[in-house]
Each structure stands twice: as structure tokens, then as C-alpha cells.
């Protein structure tokens, strides 16, 4: 109902058409999505948008209305939290956004690490350089790639001796962008103190979405900020290591460097 209603119904709609009570309603959506309908349609619309700005046969305006935003001003007031970008920008595939990047190498392979004028945008592990800018390149194919100048290679620095040295810690500012889910999870993770690690099932309860482990997992694996969101820390519920982005001996790796059992 949600995702097919030109305007999000409201909570009595959605709940009588369910045959649920208002409460009942809430509760169980929230348990099962890990976000409330609100914040669900939120995500949804910003979906759409995305969709219809990819697609370039519309205005920007026209995008914003036919994906379910009542008013302009409300979809510009957020539309940087799930675009990074100008709503024209976005559509052109990032063309005129500047992301300044640089790869370098440590212990565990390559890495890159890019950011725009928000935060740092990604944080790629890998073995091979060339695929990792591809990678990159993929993700905002018109976006001005610009090679990262002293000042940058410095932040690149701090990212390489973390992995090396995780006591020394990474504060970054971040340009992180997902479903309103996927933020909530990546904000759990990374309150996750080094040299600890949690199960996904912990993550689920700590966002309020206790049946949502599947989804958490799903969560980690769309994270692109390795180590800066350590999705690293999370594990099976009986302590086994599960897959890993980057390759399951490098959580491994990343993992024993923190002391963590």
C-alpha cells in the first residue's frame, strides 16, 4: 500500500487495511522492517526519486512529485541526506560534483579512499588499485574524479594507519548514504567499541527491530566505508565469522589486530 499510494496513507489506512489496531500495527511493521511507516514511505519516495532522476526524461520537479513529495521545499530540505548531491547534479550522474580520491597500500591489499565536499564517501579494501577506482567510477560515472593533493593523502594516511594500528582510532567526518534502515544500523555499528564484537542479532535489538538480523547482515554488506562503519565487528550468533565485503580473511585480520576473541 505504501509503496504503490501516490501520497503515504495515513497510519488508520494502513492499519484498517491490514485488519490490525493502530498500536498492533506500529508495533508489528516496526519489529518486521526495522523502521517505522513513516520512515519506511521516507525511504520509498527517496527511492523513486532516485529512479526518476536516473531515468532523466523528467524535470527535477516533475521527479519529486510524481515520486509522492508533496512540496519541493520538503524534498530539498533532505534531499542531500539521500543523494549527497544537488537533485540536478544527481540526475546528470554526478556531473559537476567534485570527488577528490587516492589509493594506497597497506598489510591488507590496497586502499581507496574518496570524499566529497560532506565527508568521505567510501573506503574500498582490495587487491587490485585499478578495480577499486572502477569501482568508483561506477558509482558516479560523471562526477569529476580528482586526485587527492597532500592535504588528502593525509587523510589516506590516517585510514591506512588505522588498519595497521586500530588503538590509534579513526574519527572522520563521513558522507554516508542508505535507507533509512541501513543508517540506523551503521549507526549502531559504530558504537561498537574496538576489540568487541557483537552478533547481528545484537544490532537488530539495539535499533528496536529485534527480528531484522537478516536485514542487518544485509546492511553490512552494502556498507562501503570499511572500517570507518566496522562492519567487521559483527558475527554469527555463536561467534563464527560470516562473510565480509572485502573477504572474510581480512575481517579475520582486522579483527585480531583489535584483540578481539
Known sequence: MIETAEAMPTLAVLADGV???????????KATTGVTPRAYAATHRAKRVRDELAGGHKTVTEAIYDAGFNSSSRFYETSGEFLGMRPT?????GVDTEIRFAVGECSLGSVLVAQTRKGVC???LGDDAGALVRDLQDRFPRATLVGGDVAFEQTVARVIGFVERPALGLDLPLDVRGTAFQQRAWAALRQIP???????????SRIGAPKSARAVAQACGANVLAVAIPCHRVVRTDGSLSGYRWGVSRKKNLLAREGAE
Open 19 to 29: 485488519g490490525l489496531s493502530l498500536y498492533h500495527f506500529h508495533r508489528v511493521f
Open 89 to 93: 547534479d544527481y540526475r546528470a550522474g
Open 122 to 124: 567510501a573506503i574500498l
Open 194 to 204: 574496538i576489540g568487541s564484537t557483537v552478533s547481528y542479532a545484537d544490532i537488530a
